[in-house]
């Protein structure tokens, strides 16, 4: 359409980093600036840093405000993308029903897009990495929690208030341990980063002799994820035997999933993507021992592409995933009202 202008700018809103990127409509990106959050100012002093980095990183590539489509932004959620209100996400003390898209919108004058970090995530898997021409997607993240974001043909499935994807928070021992929700034996209680590491505290309190206590100093509460990890690639085997554990409870939950959503591609970011085939290969193997067969005939866990890109791409696939539907539909869509 000759109404597309040729550049994007994309912000990622964490809980320690700021960032924002300018990009073309391919998604090269052109230029990129980070800044710390500093999350206790609270939201207006973020927001104002953020229209200061905006400028400045149009400003280093030569590129006016007039040639930019849209600003794209990727943010932890709960948020409703259509109103674009922030609700309260744990990483961001103060957001508190902000209404981030008008704020940005109005000291931007550009169209805004918002959208949750694990949805956009997995937006620009899709587009860019590893789901790429694949019509029915699920993108996981295993950081310090568990997200995730449905692509169905490009685009979002966000639900009827925008609360699809919580893979996280499905229950599978409803006695295991407390997850950050309030319920008990989430998925993310027992499998994020921190749940991994709680794990093998637990068990090393009984079985000492593993190089994850040596990768750690000695000292117990010194036990975190990428020593398991380091050490599974070492062939420790309480490090084995724990991302064998890990793999259950992620192959049962992706079993799960799969049997409803019937997706081909299953994309696995964070701690899959450091330990590699000695995660992804078992759990596999028990997603398809939980899941029907005709569903798992189709689905494979494979890892994450982006790396340390996603957070960047992800907020510039939101614009790009606009436009491609609003030539597709020929109607208006967020960036043409
Ligand atoms: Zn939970």
Not at 283 to 296: G, L, T, V, W
Not at 309 to 324: C, S, Y
Request: net charge negative; charged share 20%; with cysteine.
């Amino acid at each position: 359409m000759n109404s597309i202008k040729p550049y994007i700018i994309g912000i990622d809103i964490g809980g320690t980093k700021l960032a924002t990127v300018v990009a073309d409509t391919e998604g090269t990106i052109l230029r990129k600036l980070r800044w710390p959050t500093d999350s206790q100012r609270g939201p207006d002093a973020i927001v104002d840093s953020l229209i200061e980095m905006a400028h400045l990183t149009l400003s280093e590539v030569g590129v006016n405000m007039a040639d930019v489509a849209g600003v794209g932004v990727s943010c932890g959620g709960p948020l409703d993308t259509e109103t674009g209100v922030v609700y309260s996400p744990p990483n961001l003390p103060g957001w508190d029903a902000y209404p981030l898209k008008d704020k940005l919108g109005s000291a931007l004058e550009i169209p805004v897009i918002i959208e949750n970090d694990a949805n956009a995530g997995g937006l620009a898997e899709w587009m860019f990495g590893a789901g790429q021409r694949c019509r029915y997607m699920l993108y996981m993240t295993m950081g310090t929690g568990i997200g995730g974001g449905i692509v169905i043909d490009g685009q979002i499935y966000h639900g009827a208030n925008d609360s699809a994807g919580e893979v996280g928070h499905q229950i599978l021992i409803p006695e295991g341990p407390l997850c950050g929700c309030g319920q008990r034996g989430c998925l993310e209680a027992l499998c994020s980063g921190p749940s991994i590491a709680r794990r093998a505290r637990e068990l090393i309190a009984h079985d000492p002799d593993t190089l994850i206590l040596e990768l750690a100093g000695g000292r117990l509460e010194s036990v975190r994820t990428e020593f398991v990890v380091q050490a599974a690639h070492e062939g420790d085997a309480l490090a084995l035997k724990l991302l064998d554990q890990t793999a259950y409870y992620m192959g049962w939950g992706i079993a799960n999933l799969v049997n409803i959503l019937n997706v081909e591609v299953i994309v696995l970011g964070t701690v899959a993507v450091a330990a590699g085939s000695l995660l992804l290969e078992p759990m596999n193997r028990y997603m398809r021992r939980f899941a029907m067969s005709r569903p798992a005939e189709v689905a494979q866990i494979v890892p994450a592409q982006l790396g340390e890109l996603v957070g960047d791409l992800a907020a510039v696939a939101l614009v790009i995933a606009d436009q491609i539907e609003r030539t597709r539909s020929g109607t208006n869509s967020t960036l043409s009202q």
